[in-house]
């Protein structure tokens, strides 16, 4: 083990840059931006019990709006660093890209890139407080950002590290107050905190972290001794499962730590979840590349030995083994490299070979026991049934391509109103609830660059249906003709016609319904149109208030209130529906970019919405239930189907 000690920080700039720009930073001074200071604390004291010192952190959200973070590690060293004369936790704390991170070999494996220290944390907090717990002594240091001749000096240590009395403990504890100067907003999110530490417990099996808010009495020790069996067992809680419990498989190969554990569930979607020393990796990577490879291999080989190929099947490809597929996939290792539009794809070419080896070796192993021939039987079953599907589904994709031919030629598909405008950043898609206000939107619209389309009936709901269905339904084909990217594996982001992709439906329990649908087809078929910001939701107005004088149109119950304060002798009309605008109506309240209002649909976390969306819009009726059961609250419902079950076809 190579010996860490204060002169191993590096020490690259100084903190005031920070407040100065602190989006550079952490990206927001929103609520992500808030939480960032936080992931930067407890990820520190993570990677010293994830690489074998300690075994224990816990995360306190106090009263006073601050949080700490408690590990039972070796403890910050607290030696000066020789070229700073100042000690190793100062140095931590007010040198930007300083740790034990940067350009050492104290811990074999670290996050690396991502963090930006905890010198950030410190630059954007009021105070911040450490003690450290070493060598049978106890330390503390406090910083803060103090303001003078109207400049705040961000960070500034005002009072050294100092010894102050004996202790048993080991270990390091940091409290901070961000601050409010920087963020709008300071309260920690409990949920957010919980689901963030979830996830890192899953990944580092064996350690304990506690979560205490002192501010609600909550709290919550997570533990998992499974580590990713039990992360997986968590991801199809709410689906049917072929098998159980999870295959895992783990293994060591030149410096690269390579665990995986896979189920399979009743449905078709592909859910691979991978980690690289922790860091998610949504756009996967050379080492999502090397699973694949190898669970072709393993299973086609599996087919092969056990004669399950028949003449009449179709062969299998690589997508055939991954429907209904729910995988986590974790590797450690040295010097990652991250590539992709969001930095989030492993790049390192070197982890595809080991990745694919440890895990052909392991899974060879696993289906070679007698004790698991059914299982593979069972997956092999679940990929004919995908090649089939694939057959026909390829059929069905050829006629979409046909149709979208036939607007390159400059015809309309299906009911589609497309603008004049042949330039896709400024151009826009309406996609209206029925025809009828479709005509409206058609009127209304600046033809220019907005189109319109117009579906007749509801989309089918695609958590429902294989993919074979969903291509053969009209709305749905409309819509990848319309928009023109392709979907799935032929997603091409640069064929996009439109900007903006505005879903506009009426504010009924209906309208809200088919919003859904449409969000969850987005979702699971061209999610990249989320990811980069695409995805619209119009705001119809609610209401109109008016007298002979004035005209307010009202957008939500909060706002009528206010209208109907400031009007006199007015009447209110309700809209229950966007056909009973006018199409001039349609345009000023609901079109028009310089007045509208819209919400753009943004993805947070993937992992969160795949389980509200298997939830919310999936075929298993029981969860549903639960869930409107425990939160809903019947008396502010009316209209309401109380069984859970919802009337699509
Ligand atoms: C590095 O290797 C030698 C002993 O000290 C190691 C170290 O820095 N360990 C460490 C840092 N343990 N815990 C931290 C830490 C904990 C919190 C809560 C916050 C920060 C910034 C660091």
């Not at 996050?111 to 911040?128: D, I, K």
Request: aromatic content about 8%.
């Amino acid at each position: 083990m190579a010996s860490y000690d204060s002169k191993d920080l590096i020490v690259l700039e100084g903190l005031d840059a920070v407040r100065m720009r602190p989006g550079m930073y952490i990206g927001t001074t929103g609520i992500k931006g808030l939480h960032h200071l936080l992931w930067e604390i407890i990820d520190n004291a993570i990677d010293e019990v994830a690489n074998g010192y300690g075994n224990k952190v816990e995360v306190t959200l106090c009263k006073d709006g601050s949080a700490s973070v408690m590990d039972n590690g070796r403890g910050i060293p607290v030696s000066p660093h020789p070229k700073l004369k100042v000690s190793g936790v100062e140095v931590v704390f007010t040198q930007l890209h300083a740790g034990g991170k940067f350009g050492d070999n104290n811990y074999k494996y670290s996050g690396g890139l991502h963090g930006v220290g905890a010198s950030v944390t410190n630059a954007l907090s009021r105070y911040l407080e450490v003690n450290v717990f070493k060598d049978g002594k106890k330390y503390y240091a406090r910083f803060e950002s103090i303001e003078k001749n109207g400049k705040i000096h961000s960070g500034v240590p005002v009072e050294k590290l100092r010894e102050v009395g004996n202790t048993t403990l080991k270990g390091t504890y940091v409290k901070f107050l961000p601050d409010d100067r920087v963020f709008k907003d300071t309260r920690f999110d409990y949920d957010t905190v919980l689901e963030r530490l979830k996830e890192t417990a899953f990944l580092n099996k064996g350690i304990h972290i506690e979560l205490v808010d002192e501010r609600t009495n909550k709290r919550e020790t997570l533990c998992y001794e499974g580590g990713i069996r039990d992360y997986v067992t968590n991801l199809t809680m709410d689906k049917k499962p072929l098998f159980v419990p999870p295959i895992y498989i783990e293994n060591e190969i030149e410096d690269t730590f390579v665990s995986l554990s896979l189920q399979y569930v009743d449905t078709y979607t592909e859910s691979i979840f991978s980690y690289v020393n922790n860091i998610p990796t949504p756009e996967g990577g050379t080492h999502e590349v090397g699973f694949k490879m190898a669970l072709t291999k393993v299973l086609n080989d599996f087919a092969k030995k056990h004669n399950l190929i028949k003449d009449k099947d179709v062969a299998f490809i690589g997508d055939d083994f991954r429907e209904g597929l729910v995988a986590v996939l974790s590797i450690k290792m040295k010097n990652v490299q991250f590539e992709g539009q969001t930095k989030t794809k492993l790049g390192n070419v070197e982890a595809r070979a080991r990745v694919e080896s440890v895990c052909s070796q392991g899974l060879t192993e696993f289906f070679n026991s007698k004790k698991n021939e059914n299982i593979g039987n069972i997956i092999i079953e679940k990929a004919k049934g995908a090649a089939r599907v694939r057959a026909a589904a390829k059929r069905a994709k050829d006629l979409t391509r046909a149709k979208n031919s036939i607007v390159e030629g400059g015809m309309l598909i299906g009911k589609l109103a497309s603008c004049t405008s042949r330039n896709p950043e400024i151009n826009e898609v309406f996609i209206v609830e029925g025809d009828s206000a479709g005509g409206t939107a058609k009127q209304g619209r600046d033809r220019y660059f907005q189109a319109i389309l117009p579906l007749r009936g509801k989309p089918l709901n695609s958590e429902k249906k294989r993919i074979d269905q969903v291509l053969a339904n009209e709305e749905i084909r409309t819509i990848i003709g319309a928009i023109g990217t392709g979907i799935g594996e032929d997603f091409k982001l640069e064929n996009l016609k439109y900007n903006k992709i505005i879903i506009l439906s009426d504010a009924d329990q209906d309208g809200m319904h088919i919003r859904c649908i449409l969000l969850t087809f987005f979702f699971r078929y061209m999610r990249p149109l989320i990811t980069n910001g695409n995805i619209y939701v119009g705001m119809p107005p609610l209401y109109k208030v008016s007298n002979k004088d004035k005209e307010v149109y009202c957008y939500t119950d909060e706002e009528l209130e206010n209208a109907k304060k400031t009007l006199k002798n007015y009447t209110v009309q309700r809209y229950k529906g966007l056909g009973e605008m006018s199409a001039e109506q349609l345009w000023t309240t609901t079109m028009d970019p310089s007045k509208r209002s819209m919400i753009r649909v943004t993805l947070e976390d993937a992992v969160m919405a795949d389980k509200e969306i298997t939830m919310w819009m999936g075929d298993e009726v029981g969860p549903r239930k639960d869930y409107i059961n425990k939160y809903a609250n019947f008396n502010k419902l009316d209209n309401f189907n109380k069984d859970g079950e919802d009337d699509e076809r």
